[in-house]
C-alpha cells in the first residue's frame, strides 16, 4: 500500500467575477460560500472540508467548447435524478447549452464559459 502525499483541498476555477460565478455554483451543487475576499471566493459543504474556489482572472479568455485551441480548462460532471426537471433549473440560473452530449448527458457552459455536464442513469 502506498503511504498518502496529500489530501485534496480544492478545485479552482479561472474567471471573470468570482462572485458571480461562485453563486451560479453554489445553486448548482448545493454549497454554501465559506470564504469571500472579492477576487477569491469559495463554495463547499463547510469551512475545514474540500472546496471548489473561484479566482478572478483579468484578461480572462474563456473556453470554446469543443475547440482544442481554447481548451476547456476544467469541467464538473453533475448527476441529477430527472434531466427534464434540471435542465431548465440550470437554464434559468445562466448556463447555456452546448452541441454535444449522449444517451446520459447534456453539455452546458456556465456564466464564464467553462462546460460542465449533467448526468443521469
Known sequence: ???VIGRWHGLIIDCPDPGALAGF???LLG???VQDEGDWVVIGDAPDRPGVAFQRVADFTPPRWPDPTHPQQMHFDVRVDDIEQAEPRVLALGATP??????TFRVYADPAGHPFCLIWW
Open 1 to 3: 500500500m502506498f503511504a
Open 25 to 27: 455554483y453554489q445553486e
Open 31 to 33: 454549497m454554501q460560500r
Open 98 to 103: 452546448l452541441p454535444g452530449g449522449g444517451k
